[in-house]
DNA sequence: CTGTTAGCGCATTCAC
DNA sequence: GTGAATGCGCTAACAG
């Protein structure tokens, strides 16, 4: 391997005191222009990088922020954090992240972070719901930006109008005609999901339609063969949906090919919407009509809320919500019942 | 925020020495049963969490990897990122992850990996042929795995068989009739984009066929916009290719927007095949013909590799290339002109 | 088996 | 403006 050049390799080449190599190299202190120079080109010759370890143990700031997601390979959360990790990294923090397995490692990896001191937190958790979780949080001691959930503690969200989404979907199949709509979403555990599911159902109630109308099938296990199956057993009800209602991911994937294997056509045979505007959705046959909402901004605000509250710029906690929008393609037509002409 | 409680409150309050308890808190060191027990009490009344840093000032060490990609919102990383950063954590290791922002920032980042001591790297380069990257890395002094990337270096790699892949794809295509196929990658700065031009080249030079039948267009902006411009471009020209080859991320979008707005119907004006296996291949209209790999067990063998190098276990340097399997679906079909029946 | 001492590499007092 | 001493929190020698 290498050897690890210090400062006072540094220095002694330089012929200053560590100090002045310190202060030479932090841009907010004392040091003569000439010192700055010679420094410099010491630092030049020899390659030196500060030791993180032993700066943050003196500053006691680490400059790295700890990010916790049930799944990083879920689409949703991958442009999210990358586009938080990118606005982090303009302001010189680096970014952990953390699968916590769907949330079977969560404590575990909170701990670590405490352990590796984290300037501050982007979370997303499994479970609103979980008190032990939860109190690991409240006393964790650092900044938290919570993703997309809603627990009783005090700090910044970023959040989705998941509510006036699901509305918005809903009231919109409603109005093609459809009367027995499926809605395929994580479970109430989370804030999206109880709060599609309360936007969904308040759209049927406005309506003047009976609760009847909607049914909600919640997952904890958001993979594509669970999904796939849950489908399949809905579409052999006797009084099986006409709408599908999904998330774009693994879930959206699950459903097509539900629907496929029951060879229903989109959409004369059953009408799908996306919650989430994925790739998938665009391109899937016939494309999707979805929701969509601006992930990039999303997780640049979250970590710009971050970094304001560390850096204490940040006063009263706040909350972001995101509005969503609904892009119709062609996936969406009126039941089979009431439509007329051909088939 | 909270009180950061310190090995000696423990020690303290258990009424030993700090020592002690750091005995006492490592597995592998001489401490009484008694000892470990009180210990142990004190530290969960506490709350201890030993500081990882003055742990790695200590050690030597920080049990944490570096990962460094051009863009964490790649499908096709995202999924690696994740099976790596899940085989880390088993082996107690926390993952850093840096979007390189297509190169820009490399040096930057590799040397924020270095201050912090990154325990060893996980590097997906952009341009496989820039020295003064390849520099840092060099003598970056830490265990590093390369993925995907082949570069002059002593080091690990886990990569894919792109060339084998390419060519199993073209001879496909020209299986069926195709004599003007268009390569849609990324540059031949870095080895996927490489060796897939190798491999598409020998399979038409091994099946007698001048190159002409070949169109390589490789991208270094792999954004879905740019590609769009490109095939449309392409498709505009009187000689338009029969079939097109793309990855199956953002550039497969772009592909088959290119296509839609040209108003081509896939497969009987053309045919598509991606390279890789993503959900949009899968779900697109119709089913799109794909290069699959185990991107799961890539990431998993790349944090295997790396593990095992840090703790010594490792001998000589290691290439291990993962194999791909051609997955036939509907998009591609004889070109137009060999096609019989209706139309 | 346990307590005492020292030092990992750096930033920061305090004198000069 | 710069150098000398001190300690961030922890683990590893060394005694006992």
Known sequence: MKEPVKIGDVAKLAGVSSSSVSRALNPDRYASEELRARVAEAVAKLGYEPNAFAQSLRVQSSRTIGC?????????????????????????????VANSQSGSRELDLLNMFRRRRMDGLLVTLDDDTREDVLAVLKDSGVPLVLLDRDINLSCDRVGVDHRQGAYAVVSYLL???????LLETPSHRVRPGRERIAGAEAAVRDAGLPPSVLKVSDHVDLSQPHVFSDVLQELARPSRPTAIVTLGTAMLAGTLSAIEANRLRIPEDISVVSIGDTTLAQFAAPGITALRWDLKQLGRTAAELLIERIEGRAGTYRTVTFP????????????AELQMGAK
Chains 1, 2 share one sequence.
């Open 68 to 96: 916790m997601v049930s799944d990083v390979a879920n689409p949703l959360y991958a442009e999210i954090i990358g586009a938080a990790e990118a606005r982090l990294q303009e302001a010189g923090y680096l970014m952990v």
């Open 175 to 181: 109005s093609l005609g459809h009367r027995s709509i």
């Open 324 to 335: 969503t929008e609904l892009v119709l393609r062609r996936s969406c037509v009126p039941p």
